[in-house]
């Protein structure tokens, strides 16, 4: 029982007590911005009682025109209806997401031809689940600020087959006198695409293809061709690792595919209360410099400056060779906290553990693979015979291409995808060279900042419109589907290149063949037709590659790797390091312009719509400087200007910075929004690095104020919030951990559960809940925007945010919890160093004795005999009394009509941006209380399907989007009536087990319980921990 | 509340009339439903039966009826009479199935009947089972043999559709009542007022002499006029039903019951559902699947007007719409609102609920119009009434057990969370 007794923040504000924490946090809602700000009637926050009358008698006018004449709608049918198509009734096709090596294979929700929401594959077995990312490429689609077609210098009107017969002629009297051709693409998974370069270099044999990522792993792929002569990215498996080390590898959030190693990790992360549950779980140890999604799940983080990192992988591997017996390499000795006790786990979890790591560097790489090498890792947690493709960058290459342009040698750039101005350090060089080219064609949706410098833009369609395929694993493949008609006009990069290697242009039939000759013929069956037609329908193609994982012989250079490691990183650093990071919504920034990852909060710090210099607040003090101070980094010379943000946790003498950011020519929500850090990263023998090394951070004067989500609605102070134990104590007692609240009575203590006002509710039909797994949710927000996609959630923009107005019906609440003892009052002032993060999924509760429901004045929020708090917009007339009665915070106010509104120019402000909404869920107006509905529209449906077919509801028929968007599937929804779902079963087993829920002292009864979160640490060193702060 | 209008007219003559009508009248009106009612039951009771051929005759109206006869009148199709002899069932069926494969297969019957109709296609049925097409095919050959008792049914049935309008409700009957009580006691006190002025009259001319009747009646008229509390009581009874007038005038605001508004193609509903008895779910396909019934689009049109009345101007204009592929834009009828979700396919598939309960008789209407209010009274009202089809329907087992166990009413929409918030709207 001893950790309920933890301490928690949410904040720094809170600890800092600042100004503004403390009056919001007394005052229900935050406090409107000043009258000045705001002068017209229909603010939402000036209006005076003098105005009713005012607004009175124009509503009355307004009814009486209103019921002059009603306005004439028109019905319109379809001319020829598509066979399978249902007005009113939607349709899923499979489809694939690859951009820039990113892979999700995809299920696309279309309603009357249109695509409106994105879940995952669940027949993929290369991919699980899909990320916030791939949920918001959605909006993408309906980007208004796309080129509408082919635009030739500033003509926009020019035709395509005008642009087809110039290129054509260049190209030609290019290839005639021998003049390089270089496409340039981030990493493409498309076998057919590169059969196509294949052919356009076929006819034109001066051309080479250029790859780059901007977030490279071009180390881990040169690492594993000096260890085992491959040059491959391995498939990781973490469902098979007792023991994992990361170093500075975010694979739950940013690295190479953490939704698919977050499905692995959470398998390991299960636990169960019934008897015979599963009682064990993976530990996992991470060394980072920045704090990331999987440094804040990790059970134990050490933080180290990016020029230790490589020391402790060598530090590492010399401490598993003296145990295994491997020869040890010469590299200064690192001690920091928790590596001995990683070394001493590896090497008993020996098969069954785990090294990974996200340094770009291929001599640290080098020793990594040693180590994984030594603990056997191959065969049982690596398998590098069937790799994954994600990641094909080669910043060798990419350098020389710079080089080339810069030196005139290239006389025709086809860029594919990539926006290397933008996001490779040495973009500026680039842009002063690429006008010089005599031929430029970019195939980019818009003219950003290296497609503005070419000669032509060609837009390719977005991803939803085309057809594709991908190869993501060595014998998986995948295929993309259009699910709606080209938008623009716009042509396929693939059919252009065709075009001008004067092949049939048709790429849907160039890639069935290239199926037909290469894919097939790998274990395809029956007719091809058919066969075409299933992996259609399917998404997926598993050919019949025997999946056997050898455990090849380690042939790299240790010595020399071990050399290099000792001699670029320093044990002792003093300088203050800068480390560039990817951040999890923005990601590398080629989608910048998206205003649901914008405004989605960066997991650990809770912030957007901006980026930031982190640092310690260590650091901070010692450079004198607080929160929203923005401070000038400067690296030789080049220098950026971020507001600066504390992030407990973050090395000591680092200043943390996002890229992703301060994109200038991606339309309207990206551009501008924080700065650009891509100039600051630098190349360490031809290999990008997001650790340049030391910086200066000077204060510039400026202050800017950070939209940061987490201090706005959470809940906390309360014992009966957060409910977490460590593994040794779960085992002995699965309530480990658990506050189970008493209320004195008269006739002695009783359960809080036990003493109600209220008669409660008879669910006769169904009782729909949900059970949130708080040790399986690692915070990664794909259920965020999943639920802003479904639900018809507007972008509210920066200062709302500030103004704490965000609408998401669901938000993950983060937790750092105070390392100090409950006693030491003092101890518990500090901001911890490195604290330990919980993440909380937090929506609509759903209780059964609902505080909102009694205090509404007009019956706008009632409960339903299904268990779930219904709220009535229409009804609504905004007194907010029930987002002030609600204990969870969840409730949303409309402060402004967020639709039509040219103050919130996001998508809700275009026809093509309205395009994205869900035509089942109300589009919300000004004035009214919104929150989650459990997503009651699909339960509807699911009812409606059932009775149909005459039969009951069952588990494969409803869903949550937030449940069915978790790739670790944290969220278990269902019908608590139905003793066949999965969540009786999971409640029957957990009720006297790890269930709780929140603050169940005020026993308002939610349908929505949450699972204490199991942390795998050692009893007898946390009593230790304690005993020093005491 | 909506009256009919001939009752209404009944109203206006009894204020004059004795009260020996006014009991008559009282009489005829309070019989009224009763004999409504009494017609409703008749017509519920007809359709009832199991077998082949029953199935059939289903079958046969929703899917052949519109193009094929079962005699051998030509309609668009063949008249289906003796079609079990010109060809064996195996053939009938993969005809049936999918006509086009079996024109293509160069089968020379088919050959021969596809040109002899003009090469039109017949719409191919992929879903019916050999057992749907055995029990179309046993309808049409007993119909066809005994054609005498399907055109009484036939004629049956606009007596049956004319009772579509529900009687009056209890709560008409109630104000009826009330109002009838009210006239009695008004006639009652005027007949006093009248003798009492009379005597007043005959008293006068003893008091008062050199008054005469006039002069008397209009002072006091001018007295009755200038007692102030009958004109605040004027005034007041004035002023309340201005302020009922409004209200109820605000009440129908955006209410577009009787909305019938002129359309592109004057489309006769009346020619096409009553005349021809197309049934409804033939164009309007989505009525058991979704939430729209959908408006058809110009191609099923053509599954028959590419043959019949192709010179009518009226059906020129579907040709032009297909030819320049620009959708025929109908003026909507019947919208709710945003904010409110409705579905058909709960109502019609699940809930068995006649497409006329809510569009009223549509056979009878040559432009469509919007004969329910859709508001939300009038969505409740049905809900709290209507009682759930729960028959042989496993959804709702364990709810009508329950149902039973608490309550010996039948199970109504309202018992089972048809009047929640969230039914409708989210």
Known sequence: MENTNK??????????????????????????????????????????????????????????????????????????????????????????????????????????????????????????????????????????????????????????????????????????????????????????????????????????????????????????????????????????????????????????????????????????????????????????????????????????????????????????????????????????????????????????????????????????????????????????????????????????????????????????????????????????????????????????????????????????????????????????????????????????????????????????????????????????????????????????????????????????????????????????????????????????????????????????????????????????????????????????????????????????????????????????????????????????????????????????????????????????????TVLAHFQQDPMAGRFVPKIPTSEGSVDATDLSLWNGHNYKNHSWGMVIDLNTCFGCGSCVVSCQAENNIPVVGRQEVINAREMHWLRIDRYYSSDADVEDLRGLEIASENPEVTFQPMMCQHCNNAPCETVCPVLATTHSSEGLNQMAYNRCVGTRYCANNCPYKVRRFNWFKYFDNDNFDYNFNNDLGKMVINPDVTVRSRGVIEKCSMCVHLIQEAKLTAKKERRRVTDADVAVVCGTSCPTNAITFGDMNDPESKISKLLAEEREGRAFHMLEEINVRPQISYLTKVRNKDVAEKVEAKKEHA | MYIPFPKNSKFCSFIKCSNRIVALVLAIMLSTPVLLRAQDSTAAAAPAGGGDVAKGESLFKNNCAQCHAVTDERVVGPGLKGATSRQDMPWLIKWVRNSQAVIASGDPYAVKLYNEYSKAQMTSFPNLSEDDIKSIFAYVDQAATAPAPTAAAAGGAPAATGAADSGPSDLFMIVVVALVVVMLLVLGVLLVIVSLLSKAVAGGTEAAPKADFMTRLSTSLKNFAMDSSIRSATIWVFALLVLKATIDGAFNVGVQQGYAPKQPISFSHKLHAGEYKIDCNYCHTGVNRGKSAHIPSANICMNCHGVIKKESPEIQKIYTSIEKNQPIEWVRVHNLPDLAYFNHAQHVNVGGVECENCHGDVAQMEVIQQRSSLTMGWCIDCHRKTEVNTKDNQYYDKLVQLHGSESKEALKVADIGGLECSKCHY
Not at chain 1, 100 to 117: C, H
């Open chain 1, 7 to 724: 301490r928690y923040w949410r904040g720094l504000e809170e600890l800092r007590n600042d100004e503004k924490f403390v009056k919001n946090a007394a005052s229900e809602f935050a406090e409107g911005p000043t009258e000045s700000q705001y002068e017209s009637l229909v603010d939402g926050v000036g209006t005076h009682r003098r105005d009713f009358l005012k607004v009175l008698g124009f509503g009355m006018a307004a009814v009486s025109l209103a019921a002059c004449e009603a306005p004439v709608k028109k019905a319109i049918p379809y001319v020829n209806k598509p066979e399978g198509e249902f007005p009113t009734i939607s349709n899923w096709y499979a489809s694939t997401y690859s951009e820039g090596g990113d892979y999700a294979s995809i299920l696309v929700k279309t309603r009357e031809g249109r695509p409106i929401k994105i879940e995952g594959n669940s027949l993929s077995k290369a991919s699980c689940g899909v990320s916030a990312r791939v949920h918001a490429s959605l909006l993408g689609l309906y980007d208004n600020e796309k080129l509408r077609g082919p635009k030739k210098g500033e003509d926009t009107k020019v035709a395509w087959e005008t642009v087809d017969k110039e290129i054509l002629d260049q190209l030609k009297s290019i290839a005639a006198k021998g003049g390089a051709i270089r496409i340039v693409s981030p990493t493409i998974l498309s076998p057919s695409t590169k059969s196509v370069i294949a052919d356009f270099t076929a006819k034109y044999p001066t051309t080479k293809h250029v790859v780059y990522d901007a977030n490279s792993a071009a180390a881990l792929l040169k690492g594993n061709e000096l260890s085992f002569g491959k040059s491959v990215l391995p498939a990781y498996d973490f469902s098979k690792a007792k023991l994992i080390v990361g170093i500075d590898a975010d694979f739950l959030g940013t690295w190479i595919a953490p939704e698919t190693y977050s499905s692995q990790f959470a398998q390991t992360r299960i636990v169960g209360s019934a008897k015979d549950g599963k009682k064990d779980m993976s530990r996992l140890y991470q060394f980072e410099s920045i704090m990331s999604l999987t440094g804040s799940n990790a059970d134990y983080r050490t933080s180290v400056k990016p020029s230790q990192l490589g020391l402790v992988v060598t530090s590492l591997y010399n401490k598993v060779a003296a145990k295994l017996g491997g020869q040890s390499i010469t590299a200064p000795a690192l001690d920091v906290t928790n590596l001995d006790k990683a070394a001493n786990e590896l090497v008993k979890a020996k098969g069954q553990a785990l090294v990974v790591c996200g340094v770009n560097d291929p001599s640290v790489q080098v020793v990594v693979n040693a180590i994984n090498g030594l603990l056997g890792s191959y065969g049982t947690t690596i398998d590098i015979d069937n790799p994954v493709y994600f990641r094909q960058g080669d910043d060798i290459a990419m350098n020389g291409f710079v080089d080339e342009v810069k030196g005139g040698k290239v006389a025709a750039v086809i860029l594919y995808g990539a926006n290397p101005v933008y996001d490779h350090p040495r973009g500026a060089e680039l842009a002063e060279a690429l006008p010089k080219v005599g031929l430029s064609v970019s195939f980019n949706d818009r003219a950003d900042e290296t497609s503005s410098l070419f000669k032509y833009i060609l837009p390719a369609p977005h991803y939803l419109e085309a057809w594709n395929d991908a190869e993501p694993k060595a014998g998986f493949y995948s295929l993309a589907q259009p699910t709606i008609s080209l938008i623009f006009n716009t042509r396929q990069a693939q059919s252009s290149l065709l075009k001008w290697a004067e092949l049939p242009s048709d790429f849907h039939e160039y890639m069935k063949s290239f199926w037909r000759k290469n894919i097939y013929t790998q274990g395809g069956t029956g007719d091809y037709e058919k066969f075409w037609v299933k992996v259609l329908h399917d998404g997926v193609f598993t050919t019949n590659r025997a999946a056997v994982a050898s455990a090849p012989a380690f042939t790299g250079n240790l010595a020399a790797a071990g050399a290099s490691v000792g001699k670029k990183y320093k044990a002792s650093a003093t300088g203050l390091e800068l480390a560039i990071f990817e951040n999890v919504g923005i990601g590398n920034g080629a989608v910048a312009n998206n205003p649901w990852l914008q405004e989605f909060p960066e997991p650990v710090t809770k912030a957007c719509w901006d980026n930031h210099a982190g640092l310690s607040q260590k650091t901070a003090t010692e450079l004198g400087v607080v929160q929203g101070d923005v401070v000038k980094v400067d690296y030789k010379g080049k220098s950026i200007s971020v507001p600066v943000i504390i992030q407990p946790g973050l090395a000591a003498g680092t200043v943390a910075i996002a890229i992703g950011f301060g994109r200038e020519k991606a339309g309207k929500s990206a551009n501008g929004v924080g700065k650009n850090v891509y100039p600051l990263a630098v190349f360490s023998e031809g290999f990008l690095s997001f650790s340049p090394g030391e910086v200066t951070v000077s204060k510039t004067g400026e202050t800017r104020e950070i939209a940061q989500t987490q201090t706005h609605n959470t809940v906390m102070n309360r014992k009966s919030v957060l409910q977490e």
